[in-house]
């Protein structure tokens, strides 16, 4: 069992051009050509496979797999703690390690011909705003305590959102997809996958043509402004607390 608990930092980054877009026209033969170098023969390799391993659906899932592997060289080498949200990352790192768990996941990423966006860094600090939620590490070396919690000014631009559709009665599918997107985050924390099934009728609009507001999102929209009270929120804490201490 560790006796010292260090003081602890967060920092960001961002994958540079992460997102590339490719046109490709509905006529044509889906094939892709598929290059790598192969230590076995040592030679380049190239082989035509059918069909696209990206696109909307599978984009992220495909591209995942080279931040994954940049986070697990930054553990295995460098024992840097470092996870990520696609091309977001976030590493956990000492204060005595002064931002190098940014340069060592800036070295890893250059090796692997990527590099990370400068002007979207965040240094180490002890609290930050990461995916829509604010991380306090201020707590961790006195309490062994880390607190991750809404992005009230975020999540009131959602809800404003949501009650301007419900205003105009209605609900496109590119407007619901947005809603997911955003709330899959702000919801995460809630238990037995409650946030889910609260997104639910927007969740199955993005599989519709039809853009009419339903009474099922007005429950969602209920429930969301439910749960995001500040008066809640604040509830929930003092429970919390009286739970832990």
């Known amino acids: 069992k560790c006796r010292f608990i260090p003081a602890v930092t967060l920092g960001l980054d961002d994958m540079k051009m992460a997102y590339r877009m490719i ?3 509905r006529r044509s033969h889906i094939t892709c050509l598929v290059a790598w ?3 076995v023969s040592m030679c380049l390799m190239v082989q035509l496979a059918p069909g696209h391993f990206f ?3 599978a984009a992220n899932n495909n591209f995942s797999r080279v931040p994954r592997l940049a986070c697990h060289v930054a553990a295995l080498f460098f024992l840097i703690c470092v996870f990520h949200y696609v091309d977001d990352f976030m590493n956990v790192d000492p204060v005595v390690g002064k931002h190098t ?7 890893i990423l250059k090796t692997m011909g990527y590099s990370v966006e400068p002007s979207k860094n965040k240094k180490n600090g002890l609290k930050h705003k990461a995916i829509g939620a604010i991380t306090n590490l201020s707590r961790v070396q006195k309490e062994q305590t880390a607190e991750v919690s809404p992005d009230l000014q975020s999540v009131g631009k959602m809800l404003t959102g949501l009650r ?3 205003a105009a009665g ?3 599918p590119s407007e619901a997809e947005n809603v997911v997107g955003k709330c899959r985050w702000f919801t995460s924390q809630l238990r037995d996958r409650a946030g889910t099934a609260a997104l639910q009728p927007f969740a199955q609009r993005l599989k519709e043509t039809k853009t009419e507001w339903l009474e099922e999102m007005d429950h969602s929209l209920e429930f ?3 749960v995001f009270d500040p008066e809640f929120i604040a509830m929930i804490e003092i429970k919390a607390h009286e739970i832990t201490g």
Do not use: I, P, Y
């Open 23 to 25: 046109n490709a026209s």
């Open 37 to 39: 170098f192969s230590f």
């Open 55 to 57: 696109g909307v659906k």
């Open 101 to 107: 768990a940014h340069e060592g996941l800036a070295l």
């Open 164 to 166: 301007k559709m419900k």
């Open 170 to 172: 209605r609900c496109k």
């Open 224 to 226: 969301l402004e439910t």
